[in-house]
């Protein structure tokens, strides 16, 4: 059975830094693109970085490029969230996930439980 476990989150001062971790298990990690998430209280859930099954190929949103660094290991089946600069708006709770292919949309296969990301002002 596939299972997705998320760690790092916290509470954080404006301006900075966390580091998300997600470790596979269960399925064939190496071979999956994965994904970071979040979903804010009252708000859609949304994409936030992705990367391809070899690390070869990332995508970002807008509100977290240049701040956001996604990156993984596939010897430990994991995939990690750097967030630099971090500001109140991105407070959520955050999900990795896992899908055959690299997508920004909410369609990944396997998902994590979630981790609670807060900055305060």
């Known amino acids: 059975q596939a299972q997705l476990v998320e760690s790092g989150g916290g509470l954080v001062q404006a301006g900075g830094s966390l580091r998300l971790s997600c470790v596979a298990s269960?399925?064939?990690?190496?071979?999956?693109?994965l994904g970071w998430f979040r979903q804010a209280p009252g708000k859609e859930r949304e994409f936030v970085a992705g990367?391809?099954?070899?690390?070869?190929?990332?995508l970002y949103a807008d509100s977290v490029k240049g701040r956001f660094t996604i990156s993984r290991d596939n010897a430990k089946n994991t995939v990690y969230l750097q967030m630099n600069g971090m500001k109140p708006e991105d407070t959520a709770v955050y999900y990795c996930?896992?899908?055959?292919?690299?997508?920004?949309?909410?369609?990944?296969?396997?998902w994590g439980q979630g981790t609670q990301v807060t900055v305060s002002s």
């Open positions: 269960g399925l064939a990690a190496s071979r999956y693109a």
């Open positions: 996930a896992a899908h055959r292919f690299l997508t920004t949309s909410p369609v990944y296969s396997y």
């Open positions: 990367i391809n099954w070899n690390g070869a190929s990332t």
